[in-house]
Nanobody, 122 residues
Framework: QVQLVESGGGLVQPGGSLRLSCAAS????????MGWYRQAPGKQRELVAR???????NYAGSVKDRFTISRDNAKNTVYLQMVSLKPEDTAVYYC????????????????WGQGTQVTVSS
C-alpha cells in the first residue's frame, strides 16, 4: 500500500508565493516520474509540472518561469515552488507519483494525493 501526503496549500495574495510538498510512503521499490496537476472549478485536471527519474522537467506554458518542481529521492518527496502567483492559479493541486512497489514490471502503478487547495486572491 502506498500513501501520498500533500501539504503547503493555502490562501495567498496575487504576486505571493507558496511551496507545496508531497511525501510518498509505504511499499515503494522505485519511483519513476513525479508530478503536480491542478483542477480549477468547472475545468479539467491539467498537468502543471513533472520531474522524471533522471531529474529532467517539463512545465505547462502558463506556469513556466514562475513554478519550479524538484524532488528529494532520499525522502520520496516532490516539491512545487510557486512564485508570482496569479488568481488564475487558484485550484486544487494534486501530486502524482509513478512507481514500482517491488522488482516486477507488473508492480508499476500510478498514485494520487488527496489534493491541496491553493487560492490566490486579494
Amino acid at each position: 500500500q502506498v500513501q501520498l501526503v500533500e501539504s503547503g496549500g493555502g490562501l495567498v495574495q496575487p504576486g505571493g508565493s507558496l511551496r507545496l510538498s508531497c511525501a510518498a510512503s509505504g511499499f515503494i521499490f522505485r519511483i519513476n516520474n513525479m508530478g503536480w496537476y491542478r483542477q480549477a472549478p468547472g475545468k479539467q485536471r491539467e498537468l502543471v509540472a513533472r520531474i522524471m527519474a533522471d531529474g529532467s522537467t517539463n512545465y505547462a506554458g502558463s506556469v513556466k518561469d514562475r513554478f519550479t518542481i524538484s524532488r528529494d529521492n532520499a525522502k520520496n518527496t516532490v516539491y512545487l515552488q510557486m512564485v508570482s502567483l496569479k488568481p488564475e492559479d487558484t485550484a486544487v493541486y494534486y501530486c502524482n507519483v509513478d512507481l514500482f512497489t517491488d522488482w516486477r514490471p507488473s508492480s508499476r502503478d500510478d498514485y494520487w494525493g488527496q489534493g491541496t487547495q491553493v487560492t490566490v486572491s486579494s
